[in-house]
């Protein structure tokens, strides 16, 4: 169980990481297609989801005492998806008018997973 977990979650983590950074790339092996406009958007949020559930999901992952592993997916999680909302936000080509209370409930999840980080929860 441990090595289909380590193995699943390297993947997720690869794979996410690959969408954040070449989304078209991995859209072309994996779809045939290039992606554009916001599709490329939408492709890094789910790289950012991906990457959180591979970090979420790594077996005996405790490298901070008795911390939990979800609690460090929804903070990577969080904090990817404020700094990425805000990225749009100055670029302005793709802000919608949810993006903005989008970014702020993100930035405040993230305080809050530290938070709970920071007390050992």
Known sequence: MNKLLTFTALAEVATGVALM??????ARLLLGS???GVAVVVARVAGIALLSLGIACWPGRDTTGNKSPA???????NS???????YLIIGGQFVG?????A???????????????????
């Open 21 to 26: 950074v070449i989304p078209s790339f991995v």
């Open 34 to 36: 290039e992606l554009s």
């Open 71 to 77: 609690l460090c997916g929804m903070l990577t999680y």
């Open 80 to 86: 990817l998806a404020t700094v990425f909302f805000i």
């Open 97 to 101: 008018p949810f993006l903005w209370p």
């Open 103 to 121: 970014a702020i409930l993100h930035g405040g999840l993230t305080i809050w997973c530290v938070a709970c980080l920071r007390r050992g929860h």
